[in-house]
């Protein structure tokens, strides 16, 4: 397993832009609680689950399975 940023380079440009505007907040979502902290607690937990892969929900991450 490994993570990586998403290979689309204006989406992660996007996010990075709102994740400076919302002080390190998931720029998706519309609450500032530390659980929308990135990296958010929604993928942490997808990174724990072992059958997961995909992106996060701005996504700026990527979980490989290898």
Known sequence: MH???NEDKEVVAAVKEGLKMTGGYCPCRTKRTPEFKCMCEEFRNQIKDPEYEGYCHCMLYYKHLD
Request: proline share 0%; hydrophobic share 65%.
């Open 3 to 5: 993570i990586t940023l």
